[in-house]
């Protein structure tokens, strides 16, 4: 069974910056699409950006300009660079990878999460 393993939250202040990494515990036929989502105290989860297999990347509104997503193949890994941080941006940020078997059968993994505050 695959894992996702995050790293990176923590507490900063606004306007500082932050690293989250996500890495797959083994790898998969294919991934199409890694990404980041995250859910604030009340609130539903939502994405927050994407990448996938080509480099095609994709952002919420509400982080474009500030978050860069990134990942690197051979490590298996996902990358969330998160600055110009706000308050609002405190929340769990969950990596998700999405793929395929050999078969084609789908396969879609969760993190469990890490959290991270922003203080004002």
């Known amino acids: 069974q695959v894992q996702l393993v995050e790293s990176g939250g923590g507490l900063v202040q606004a306007g500082g910056s932050l690293r989250l990494s996500c890495t797959m515990s083994?790898?998969?036929?294919?991934?199409?699409?890694m990404g980041w989502y995250r859910q604030a105290p009340g609130k539903q989860r939502e994405l927050v950006a994407t990448?996938?297999?080509?480099?095609?990347?994709n952002y919420a509104d509400s982080v474009k300009g500030r978050f860069t997503i990134s990942r690197d193949n051979a490590k298996n890994t996902v990358y969330l660079e998160m600055n110009s941080l706000k308050p609002e941006d405190t929340a769990v940020y969950y990596c998700?990878?999405?793929?395929?078997?050999?078969?084609?059968?789908?396969?879609?993994?969760w993190g469990k999460g890490t959290l991270v505050t922003i203080s004002s």
């Open positions: 990448i996938f297999s080509g480099g095609t990347t």
């Open positions: 083994a790898s998969i036929f294919r991934i199409n699409v």
């Open positions: 998700n990878v999405a793929g395929a078997t050999r078969d084609y059968y789908d396969l879609e993994y």
